[in-house]
């Protein structure tokens, strides 16, 4: 997911990214395909070298070597709002057939059997981006038809990531089947969704990560697996 998510990236775009997968796309293109990438973390550092898998927004190894250390209003008002970022990660406890994304409560807004955490940014990062990736593993849960609430809308979304495929809109927004990892069937990603998937005519097979590719994110970017898994 990782690999797939930083070849979506090219060389001098602005990226509002967060930590987890995302923040290793980002680092992994900027070492091979993407030098020039710039990294905004919601934290304020913009243009943000770390020399290390940071592990929070709030993490110092995002400030050395920033290009620029701001509060969250300028990031989100000079940046974010003033459409300067091109590509901005995002997840979500649920995402459904349209890319719309929940990260406020599971069930009933008023009666939750989940609460979550929130937006935070990500309405904004939503709304304002050019264009947003979603990287999500697959499952019916994960994958409603519809989001019990829609924190973040899905209209500026333009690939889901998932461990078995690449989900991409139709013209109407909704989401299809575009491409699949090494090994899997169109039939195993239309059973880990909650609605009627449809997939493209042709359908692309995504090349699996390289040898340099999984050097470089097992041990240099995250060598103590804080999140890649063993």
């Excluded at 602005?14 to 987890?20: A, D, E, H, K, R």
Aim: net charge positive.
């Amino acid at each position: 997911m990782a690999a797939v998510a930083a070849r979506e990236l090219a060389d001098g775009e602005v990226v509002f990214v967060g930590i987890g997968l995302p923040n290793l796309a980002c680092n992994l293109a900027r070492r091979t395909h993407a030098p020039n990438l710039v990294l905004i973390y919601e934290s304020g550092a913009v243009g943000a070298t770390p020399s290390r898998l940071p592990v929070s927004i709030g993490d110092p190894a995002l400030v050395t070597g920033s290009l620029m250390v701001c509060g969250m209003a300028d990031v989100f008002q000079l940046f974010l709002q003033n459409g300067r970022i091109e590509v901005g990660f995002l997840g979500g406890a649920q995402v459904d057939r349209h890319g719309n994304i929940n990260t406020t409560v599971i069930g009933d807004y008023k009666r939750p059997k989940v609460r979550l955490p929130g937006s935070g940014g990500a309405a904004e990062i939503a709304i304002h981006a050019q264009r947003i990736l979603i990287v999500s593993k697959l499952s019916p849960r994960t994958f409603p038809e519809r989001v019990d609430f829609v924190t973040s809308p899905g209209q500026r979304v333009k690939r889901v990531i998932t461990d078995k495929a690449v989900l991409e809109p139709d013209d109407k927004g909704e989401l299809m089947l575009a491409a699949l990892y090494p090994g899997i069937e169109a039939a195993d990603v239309k059973a880990a969704v909650g609605w009627n998937l449809r997939a493209r005519a042709r359908l692309d097979r995504l090349d699996p990560p390289t040898a340099a590719e999984l050097q470089l994110l097992r041990e240099v970017l995250d060598p103590k697996r804080l999140y890649l898994k063993s």
